[in-house]
């Protein structure tokens, strides 16, 4: 007799990740974070998509997260930004451990697509993943403007942190 054995693929997500950035170029404090990062993990592929509402980022003062909608992210225009990439680096999501790794894919934010890699620590702790990244996104890069008059305020390359807690679905 002929026996098959298909391991039914391991989903993971969360809808409920943080990202943050910070683009404080000069004395004032440019940064904000968003909670409602949309985070799922193929097991299988190593598959993996990051989704964020723009309008979802919160900054402590009012004007500028209303600057930052209208007259640089025209999140009207462009109301996402994804990442949607590949982890080929082996993860045994059924051992606790610590994996460092890179997802190669395609990040897009503001209209612009660009070819990624995303640095990524995956910790499993008693069967609870979780994730964290830290990368930079230069302004340039993806055709954000900014205004000369506020252009000393703003750093031209953007610190971004991402992190989550993903339950297999």
């Known amino acids: 007799t002929l026996s098959i054995n298909l391991e039914a693929q391991k989903i993971f997500a969360t809808k409920t990740g943080q990202i943050s950035f910070n683009a404080s170029g000069g004395a004032e404090k440019i940064a904000a974070l968003n909670n409602q990062v949309d985070s799922k993990f193929v097991d299988a592929t190593g598959q993996i998509i990051f989704g964020v509402l723009i309008k979802g980022f919160k900054f402590e003062n009012q004007l500028m997260e209303d600057h930052f909608n209208e007259n640089y992210m025209e999140s009207e225009k462009y109301p996402n930004a994804t990442f949607k990439g590949v982890i080929k680096d082996p993860i045994n999501l059924g051992k606790d451990g610590v994996y460092k790794v890179t997802a190669d894919g395609d990040f897009e934010t503001h209209g612009v697509v660009q070819k990624r890699q995303i640095p990524l620590t995956i910790t499993v702790a008693k069967g609870v993943v979780t994730y964290t ?27 971004v942190k991402l992190n989550g807690e993903l339950q297999k679905i």
Do not use: R
Not at 134 to 157: G, M, R, S
């Open 133 to 159: 990244s830290e990368f930079k996104v230069k302004l340039e890069d993806h055709q954000i403007k900014v205004p000369t008059v506020v252009f000393a305020k703003i750093a031209e390359v953007i610190d």
